[in-house]
């Protein structure tokens, strides 16, 4: 069958809308008909549905729940790029140094990048890993990237990106050549960055994402949160602290705060940034 030639009514909108922000925690202000129709219309085709109420209907009895992933992953913003948001990497080097002074005995470091879209970010903190020189020499290094998006996963695994992932470079042409050779016309990180790295879909709001990791040294969940109602935030905070170990390191976007949203994690601010540790 072919997607219905109707525009997206307010009831049918509604209606997604609804199950949006219940299964995914995310808030859709004003009239997004349009967005929304322009963005998921080919799933109709492609699933052989007639109507938006048929769609609606399919995801709450997909047993699977990767047609809910499918849609989550087509109305998330998946920008990001290399080096984003300086003062918390910055940061981010001084927590490597303390986390190495601790981690002495067991000598294992594990990273999370929670929202990690396609790959950016959990590259940049291997690449800051890799250089700070401590984790050598009988070191078990883990970082994970997490995002609800397979396609954005499938991305991050190639670890090839265009130059509008690399602007947070600032045109040096010497990391440019430090981090990555070209091929095809694409930069393709050189492979001691992408050793240890590894990708897992995970939907941050569903009760089943509180077993998906464990005993996590650092965690940067950024620009996620901005999305969600208070209680998809809840939720997901909830997983989050679930996941790091007691004495683990939260990172958030700039514009992001818990500050007298939960009790889980005591902020700390240090050189004109915020993070968060874990209290237990």
């Given at each position: 069958m072919r997607p219905p030639e109707k525009f997206m009514s307010m009831e049918e909108f509604e209606l997604l809308r609804g199950l949006i922000r219940q299964k995914l925690g995310?808030?859709?202000?004003?009239?997004?008909?349009?967005?929304?129709?322009?963005?998921?219309?080919?799933?109709?085709?492609?699933l052989g549905l007639s109507s938006w109420k048929d769609y609606y209907h399919?995801?709450?009895q997909e047993p699977s729940g990767q047609e809910?992933?499918?849609?989550?992953?087509?109305?998330?913003?998946?920008?990001?790029?290399?080096?984003?948001?300086r003062p918390q990497l910055e940061l981010f080097r001084s927590v490597l140094q303390e986390l190495w002074r601790k981690r002495q005995p067991q000598r294992r470091?594990?990273?999370?990048?929670?929202?990690?879209?396609?790959?950016?970010?959990?590259?940049?903190?291997s690449i800051l890993a890799f250089e700070s020189g401590?984790?050598?020499?009988?070191?078990?290094v883990e970082l994970w990237g997490a995002d609800v998006s397979a396609q954005a996963l499938q991305a991050a695994r190639k670890a090839q990106y265009g130059a509008r992932s690399l602007r947070g470079l600032n045109?040096?042409?010497?990391?440019?050549?430090?981090?990555?050779?070209?091929?095809?016309?694409?930069?393709?990180l050189k492979r001691i960055y992408t050793r240890g790295v590894n990708f897992k879909q995970v939907n941050l709001?569903?009760?089943?994402?509180?077993?998906?990791?464990?005993?996590?040294?650092v965690l940067f969940c950024r620009n996620v949160l901005i999305y969600m109602d208070d209680e998809a935030i809840q939720k997901v905070v909830g997983n989050l602290?679930?996941?790091?170990?007691?004495?683990?390191?939260?990172?958030?976007?700039?514009?992001?705060?818990?500050?007298?949203?939960?009790e889980l994690f005591e902020p700390l601010y240090l050189n004109g940034a915020v993070l968060y540790r874990k209290r237990t």
């Open positions: 995310l808030v859709l202000k004003g009239d997004k008909r349009l967005s929304l129709h322009l963005k998921l219309q080919h799933r109709l085709s492609l399919y995801i709450h809910l992933l499918h849609l989550a992953a087509h109305i998330t913003n998946q920008e990001t790029f290399f080096f984003r948001e470091l594990r990273i999370l990048s929670a929202g990690c879209s396609s790959g950016e970010e959990l590259y940049t903190l401590l984790f050598s020499w009988g070191w078990q045109g040096s042409e010497e990391m440019l050549k430090r981090y990555f050779h070209v091929q095809g016309g694409r930069y393709v709001v569903a009760p089943q994402a509180r077993t998906a990791f464990s005993d996590i040294d602290h679930a996941w790091l170990k007691d004495d683990g390191y939260l990172f958030l976007g700039a514009s992001e705060s818990l500050i007298k949203r939960t």
